[in-house]
């Protein structure tokens, strides 16, 4: 079984937590007290969420006049996020290296879940529900694959968790996909706090096709952090595994200068998903392809 990790990261740091013990049992249900680095943790990510937005970060416009891009812009940054990985493991543990892929991403249509921890307010879930609904409709859109909302046979599961659930999520984790690797679980469980975000996906054997995938949302990041999340991490495992410092405007690129998926990336996902691109295809073999789609797509222009 091979293994995309595609990870959002912003600032260095680590923070410890334990699992919480389960909530007795009352004839009402009742919504679990985080832990106090769960606390901490919303404080922390509200701030981080405010400084960034104070430095024209996190934009949400999908790239203006400022930000312009040309075909060949288009075609490199492709490559270099389809095409390569920005992680590796080594010795067990999760290496950031950027490495040379092949092209991945799905053949079976993508069936997403939602899953949230018991820590999540009821009306957070209903609008974090409502977006990812609305983002799903829209990869369906950009690549033409299917892709839907389901609560049976699904494949794509993402997880809306606090630290506390996170840490406790091997059992779920080895449930929904069968046969993942102890260092994959150790990556979610043992997330550092400069992760903001992670996405696994999965394929079969030596196949490049995905079968699986596995988001994990933070529930302590305040609203615009945990949707570029969704936004970035859902995109990611559709098959755009890698970030570049180079992409502009894009969500992958760990500056955080966009926070929302924007008109680049919509284009790298319609590539991605183009017929005339082939799964397992290699870097070299990819370019000349993305060539003529970039053309097509842009018409010669930006």
């Not at 937590?17 to 007795?24: G, I, L, N, S, T």
Request: with cysteine; net charge negative.
């Amino acid at each position: 079984m091979l293994g995309l990790f595609a990870l959002s990261a912003c600032v260095p740091g680590d923070l410890g937590a334990v699992r919480p013990a389960p909530p007795q049992v009352v004839a009402e249900a009742t919504q679990p007290e985080p832990s106090e680095q769960s606390k901490a943790l919303s404080v922390y990510y509200g701030r981080l969420q405010q400084d960034l937005i104070t430095q024209g970060l996190l934009r949400q416009d999908g790239g203006g006049p400022d930000v312009p891009f040309t075909q060949r812009n288009l075609v490199e940054n492709f490559i270099r996020i389809a095409l390569f990985d920005e992680y590796t493991t080594r010795g067990g543990r999760l290496v950031q290296s950027q490495t040379e892929s092949r092209l991945r991403r799905w053949v079976k249509p993508v069936r997403f879940s939602v899953r949230f921890g018991e820590s999540v307010p009821k009306e957070q879930q209903i609008e974090d529900k409502k977006k990812i609904a609305a983002y799903a409709a829209r990869l369906g859109r950009l690549t033409r694959h299917p892709v839907q909302m389901a609560t049976t046979d699904t494949n794509f599961s993402v997880l809306v968790v606090n630290e506390d659930e996170r840490r406790g999520l091997a059992p779920l984790l080895r449930e929904l996909v069968p046969g993942i690797s102890a260092e994959s679980v150790r990556t979610v469980t043992n997330l550092p706090r400069s992760i903001l975000c992670l996405v696994l996906a999965f394929s079969e054997g030596d196949d490049y096709a995905y079968t699986n995938a596995v988001a994990i949302v933070r529930a302590e990041h305040p609203d615009l952090m945990r949707l570029s999340c969704i936004h970035e991490e859902l995109a990611q495992g559709m098959g755009l595994a890698n970030d570049s410092p180079d992409a502009r405007p894009s969500v992958f690129n760990d500056d955080e200068e966009f926070g929302l998926l924007t008109r680049h990336d919509e284009l790298l996902l319609t590539m991605l998903y183009d017929p005339r691109m082939r799964i397992g295809m290699t870097a070299s073999q990819a370019a000349p392809v993305a060539e003529v789609i970039a053309a097509e797509l842009l018409g010669g222009g930006s």
